[in-house]
């Protein structure tokens, strides 16, 4: 998707207005591709506490503590259904690929759940992360 706004430089001003409050910054970066994630992990690195990427619903492997103290993941994950895609009944899903019909997603499959988050430690006089913990936990529901 095109950007109506530079994430990067926009990111500069919310920082700066942050840090008039707080040393402790987190950041939800909502993004498609990994490869944007990551480059915003770097170019905030030191400057917040964490940056965690979302949007995908799928938890990537890769928490850790960046260079300059700044906690990151690439995607995080999602607290929902497990079986579904990305949350949804999957045979929605899986026809609109085959058929290449325009289809509502609003059916939320049933079965297994998880919870997927981090746990992250700051350092609050530095603002700093000086450990990250990813957290996933499967669930079987029955109805």
Do not use: W
Not at 33 to 53: F, H, N, P, Q
Not at 66 to 94: C, F, H, R, W
């Amino acid at each position: 998707m095109a950007p109506i706004q530079c994430p990067f430089l926009k990111m500069d001003e919310l920082i700066h207005e942050a840090k008039k409050r707080t040393n402790i910054i987190f950041v939800d970066f909502h993004a498609e591709a990994t490869s944007e994630k990551i480059a915003l992990g770097y170019y905030v690195d030191g400057r917040v506490s964490a940056c965690m990427g979302t949007h995908t619903h799928v938890p990537t492997a890769d928490e850790r503590i960046l260079s300059n103290g700044t906690a990151y993941q690439t995607d995080v994950g999602m607290t929902g259904p497990l079986d579904g895609v990305i949350g949804v009944q999957k045979e929605n899903v899986i026809n609109k690929f085959i058929h290449n019909i325009p289809t509502r997603f609003n059916a939320v499959e049933v079965g297994a759940s998880q919870l997927n988050a981090v746990l992250i430690h700051i350092n609050e006089k530095t603002g700093r992360a000086t450990q990250i913990e990813r957290i996933q936990i499967k669930k079987e529901i029955t109805l």
